[in-house]
């Protein structure tokens, strides 16, 4: 069970996004990152080119680049702090993520 999840909100502790919070877009658990809205916003150049029958300009596009997992935590829905995640069995025999701050689940 995956920590971090698509739609989950976030906080930023490390790099040039320091404390900004956002909600998860993608999770590459693979590579290891995270992309959230709002935040690591990149730009990249695009050269003018040829759409079909008309010309599209040259233009900067701006985008949110991934994140490392390891420098985002994720925001407790009733505490409103960043927390640690814990995981519990309900009775149900279902896993939950937990809040290590104030024990609330996490859904």
Avoid: W
């Avoid at 971090?4 to 693979?30: C, N």
């Amino acid at each position: 069970m995956q920590r971090i999840k698509k739609g989950d909100t976030v906080e930023v502790i490390a790099g040039k996004d320091l404390g900004e919070r956002g909600e998860v877009v993608a999770v590459y658990p693979k590579e290891n990152r995270v992309q959230v809205s709002g935040v690591n916003i990149l730009k990249k150049h695009q050269k003018a080119r040829q759409a079909g029958t008309r010309q599209v300009a040259a233009q900067i596009v701006e985008f949110e680049g991934k994140l490392d997992l390891s420098n985002v935590m994720i925001v407790c829905p009733k505490c409103d702090k960043k927390t640690r995640v814990g995981f519990k069995i309900r009775d149900d025999g279902f896993k939950v993520r937990v809040c290590k701050a104030c024990e609330a689940e996490i859904e």
